[in-house]
């Protein structure tokens, strides 16, 4: 893929896409950025854990990066992408309550004010509520990205531009849900798909109407939706307007909505964490695709072509024509690591005695990963394997059965998870 070179300075307010696509016809609203970073990341495991979630392990190489170097985690990866997108105080992390001592350590330019803690997990729809309200009570006019903790996408280049056009979107439109979707290189079947409509002028044939969300399909469909040319992997990526996205919430799931209003009115006040520790675990449990854009899209398509189509919620996608790796598990991690002429690929620190602290011999399509320099582990003549060794716990799989790797999970004790 051809590197896209510019001064990428960044001012808040100035557009990065070419001058003829600047679609907002006032000044920008205020931008903001929220990371969703509250998984558990169990298809990780044990490398992975309660302690140390999968957002936070530092086993990611950066690109350039000479052995030795020193590895990075995935959110610290996911909040420097946003250099040149959202300045660095109106940049949040929604993460479990849990977690918050690891983030501050590891991550100090995040202030407490700017990690947003859960007392449990309440889906992804909860989350980006939560983070609406406390935006919206600090500024009517926030707009806000949500972006994940364990996606790699490169050059960042191009996801900047792309992420400023989505702002732009909704600074012309407060009324737009946008969503971001991949442009497919193989027909995967992990992902949900986003099909495409009609262009949305002024925007370079990069900005469309959603015509519909889709579930993870099977083969058939999937090479389908790839020959066609107007489907896009869902990222999971959005921009909107804190207001509006509150109001999608009172008319989809009001039972959220009533639930986020009682802990917007007492944040900030002596009673915020008792009313967040009381309320949050009571919103029902679901994600934003089923509980605001798919009845969103719904919404646009009884009406369109009707005199409320100007005033009712539009959902509309970026597509995303870049290299973007979803790591949520051992295979997905592998391709950040370089394959030898065997598809074989390691990842082991140096071991005590000098050298690395691991080898495969006569393996082939095998992924061995090791963070333990005084154990060294050899693999000999195996194929499609998976071996992942940490100080307190080893696991060997066949790569095919590492969507199962939950299912070992929950059997595990609970020091070990």
């Known amino acids: 893929m051809p590197r ?4 990428f300075t960044f001012h808040p307010h100035e557009c990065l896409m070419p001058r003829a696509s600047c679609l907002a016809p006032h000044p920008p609203m205020p931008r903001h950025a929220m990371i969703m970073a509250g998984g558990s990341g169990t298809r990780l495991w044990p490398m992975s854990r309660k302690s140390l979630p999968k957002q936070l392990v530092p086993f990611i190489d950066r690109p350039g990066a000479g052995r030795g170097k020193a590895k ?4 610290e990866i996911s909040a420097e992408r ?12 929604c993460t479990s309550e849990s977690y918050r001592s690891n983030i501050r350590a590891a991550m100090p330019h995040f202030t407490d004010e700017q990690i947003i803690g859960e007392p449990v997990g309440r889906d992804t729809v909860n989350a980006v509520g939560l983070t609406a309200a406390i935006l919206a009570k600090l500024d009517k006019d926030a707009i806000f990205c949500v972006l994940t903790a364990d996606h790699l ?32 290189t193989h027909p995967a079947t992990g992902f949900g798909y986003v099909e495409r409509g009609r262009v ?3 925007t370079s044939n990069l900005a469309y109407k959603v015509e519909r969300f889709v579930e993870k399909p099977d083969a058939v469909r999937a090479q389908a939706y790839l020959e066609s040319g107007v489907f896009g992997w869902n990222s999971g990526m959005f921009v909107w307007k804190a207001s509006t996205i509150l109001d999608c919430l009172r008319r989809y799931k009001p039972e959220s909505y009533e639930g986020l209003m009682k802990i917007q009115a007492a944040w900030g006040t002596p009673d915020q964490k008792r009313v967040l520790d009381e ?16 009845p969103a899209t719904r919404e646009q398509s009884r009406s369109a072509g009707t005199p409320n189509e100007a005033s009712s919620i539009k959902v509309c996608t970026v597509i995303m024509d870049l290299t973007w790796l979803d790591v949520g598990s051992w295979p997905s991690y592998g391709e950040t690591l370089n394959a030898d002429e065997q598809g074989n690929r390691v990842s082991v620190p140096p071991s005590a005695g000098g050298g690395a602290a691991g080898r495969v011999l006569k393996c082939s399509n095998t992924l061995v990963v090791s963070d333990d320099p005084s154990h060294y582990v050899a693999v000999l003549g ?3 394997l998976i071996v992942v060794h940490t100080k307190e716990a080893t ?5 095919e059965k590492a969507e199962e790797l939950k299912l070992i999970h929950a059997e595990l004790p609970e020091g070990l998870k």
């Open 4 to 7: 896209i070179v510019r001064d």
């Open 72 to 75: 990075s985690s995935l959110l």
């Open 279 to 294: 309320v949050y675990p009571t919103l029902p449990k679901i994600s934003v695709d089923y509980a605001i854009m798919e």
């Open 395 to 399: 696991l060997v799989m066949p790569r």
């Open 153 to 184: 996408i490169e050059p960042v280049e191009k996801f900047a531009e792309l992420m400023h056009l989505g702002f732009q979107l909704v600074e012309s439109d407060p009324l737009r849900l946008v969503t971001f979707s991949i442009k497919p």
């Open 382 to 384: 195996c194929e499609g």
């Open 200 to 202: 949305l002028p002024g």
């Open 82 to 93: 946003l250099k040149d997108v959202v300045p660095q105080n109106r940049r949040y992390i």
